[in-house]
């Protein structure tokens, strides 16, 4: 075990963990490691800490790990005291703070998808499903807050916007309700972006106020860009009336002050280079070549998500071709739309939508020799790094977005020297825009003519553009994103 003298207690919080686990045929549990840029910030920090990660149990193979396990802690061996805690929260709880508040309520607020005619409508059933958020967050609260234990240098990291409550029940619970333990510090970080102050306030007054006091609980609020922690911070002065310092970025709130810190997300260059060059990418990419022949290769990948504006996409892609004949037996779009939240109704029918768009493609303007687009909602990792390899262009138009990993992935990988087009509301903008092709994402035929620029752009231009981007995608790799939250935690209190 580790020297507690000189390696201090790291606790991360998010919904979902670093492992998950599945039923063999045989009844046999066994366990498979995530990935995603938390995991890839925590291997250079758990050799360095005593960390646990605390997180929900997300189907039935989890929760029978989490009950067979001592104290429901999965140790994840090696030389590290790493460790997971899988919280066994009932299902019913889980799924209405889950999908119905977080994924169905907050999400669609900071990522302002409501169709505000229609939805939202917050009455009987949201004030219980608002209970159930509650539960869920306490569940996590009361984890951490045992696993901090009596330790006087503690560090919790609390990820994203199904935990916003769990700051304030974590402060709250460290001291025993009186007063802040002076030994625990903890920060809130938000991967999504954070709605302006108007829409934000489509939220019930009482709950508006409650996820922010929740966040505020935290010695520091993280987001990925300016402009969400700018919005957070007018929120917190306009709905929630507390005193902010714009000049140092401190928000202060029921005697606490909250330091507010914007902290990009990169790419982990060496790893996803190495990950672009096994086999099994090698195979995808010459299965491609031969589809795709001498043509221009246009590439998206995203989750069937309502806010990466697939279907908008698509219509630029016909207006493209309908604008400009010349593109026609020339070009081809793969499009790569992964399945997403499948369970709710909203994001069923998108992905419908998307299916006909694409039909609708292939039946106007395919021929015998060319299939003008391809569409796989087959979730294969493998074949978007091989994508990636390939596009001379990468189309990222979300209506908005927190980051947008994609964006910065495929730069580091092109084989060729892609062009990117970036939509002006992905939080990776502020990091890109310059050397990327900027659009409004609702402008289809905005769109359709930065697909026609990149198409024609010269190879020289789009390798060096090319270049600048993979150098801006990987300046902060995940290890230092989490290192700077950590850091923050580590600052004299104002």
């Known amino acids: 075990m580790s020297d507690r003298t000189t390696r ?3 606790l991360v919080a998010s919904n979902r963990g670093p492992v998950s686990f599945s039923r063999g045929d045989d009844g046999r549990l066994s366990a498979k490691r995530g990935g995603g840029g938390m995991v890839s910030g925590l291997s250079t920090v758990a050799s360095q800490e005593d960390v646990l990660w605390v ?3 997300l189907g039935e193979a989890d929760r ?3 009950r067979l396990a001592p104290g429901g802690v999965l140790d994840l061996g090696g030389d590290s005291d790493s460790a997971v805690r899988m919280l066994d929260i009932p ?4 799924n209405r703070a889950y999908n119905t508040v977080a994924n169905s309520v907050l999400w669609f607020v900071h990522h302002m998808l409501y169709d505000t005619p229609n939805r939202p409508q917050f009455g009987l059933a949201f004030r219980r499903d608002w209970q159930a958020y509650r539960d869920y967050n306490a569940a996590f609260a009361s984890a951490l807050a045992e696993a901090a234990g009596a330790d006087d240098q503690v560090r919790a990291v609390i990820q994203d916007y199904h935990l916003t409550l769990v700051p304030r029940m974590l402060a709250e619970l460290g001291a025993g ?9 903890i920060a809130h970080f938000s991967h999504t972006p954070w709605a302006p102050v108007d829409y934000f306030r489509l939220l019930p007054d009482a709950v508006a106020i409650e996820v922010l006091d929740g966040i505020l609980g935290a010695d520091h609020a993280g987001f990925l860009c300016r402009r969400w922690a700018d919005a957070f911070i007018d929120c917190c002065e306009q709905v929630l009336g507390a005193r902010v310092d714009r000049d140092r970025d401190l928000v202060t709130h029921r005697g606490h002050v909250t330091g507010v810190g914007v902290h990009p997300l990169g790419v982990d260059a060496k790893e996803i280079t190495h990950r672009a ?4 990418v090698e195979v995808r990419m010459a299965g491609l070549a031969e589809m795709v022949g001498g043509r221009k290769l246009i590439v998206r990948v995203d989750r069937t998500e309502l806010s990466k504006n697939i279907v908008r996409g698509l219509a630029a892609y016909r ?3 309908v604008a400009h004949p010349e593109w026609r037996g020339k070009v081809m779009l793969l499009a790569l739309a992964y399945p997403s939240r499948h369970d709710l109704p909203e994001y069923r029918e998108y992905a419908a939508s998307v299916q006909r768009q694409a039909r609708s493609i292939e039946d106007e303007f395919g021929s015998p020799d060319w299939t003008p687009i391809l569409l796989s909602a087959h979730d294969d990792y493998a074949r978007s790094l091989a994508g990636y390899r390939l596009a001379d262009v990468l189309l990222v138009n979300p209506i908005r977005d ?3 990993l994609v964006a910065k992935e495929c730069p580091i990988i092109s084989d060729r020297g892609c062009a990117l087009i970036l939509s002006r509301e992905a939080g990776a903008a502020a990091e890109l825009a310059e050397h990327a092709l900027m659009v409004n994402p609702f402008d289809v035929s905005g769109t359709a003519a930065a697909l026609h620029e990149a198409l024609v752009m010269s190879d020289a231009e789009r390798v060096r553009r090319c270049r600048l981007l993979a150098a801006a995608a990987s300046a902060v790799p995940p290890s230092a994103w989490f290192a700077s939250q950590l850091a923050a935690l580590d600052e004299p209190e104002p």
């Open 319 to 321: 207006e493209l071709l």
């Open 55 to 57: 997180c929900a149990a």
């Open 91 to 94: 299902p019913a709880t889980f």
């Open 402 to 404: 927190g980051m947008n």
């Open 177 to 185: 309700g009186h007063s802040r333990r002076p030994g625990l510090r």
């Open 8 to 10: 201090r207690r790291i």
């Open 277 to 280: 060059a096994e086999p099994d």
């Open 64 to 66: 029978a790990a989490a």
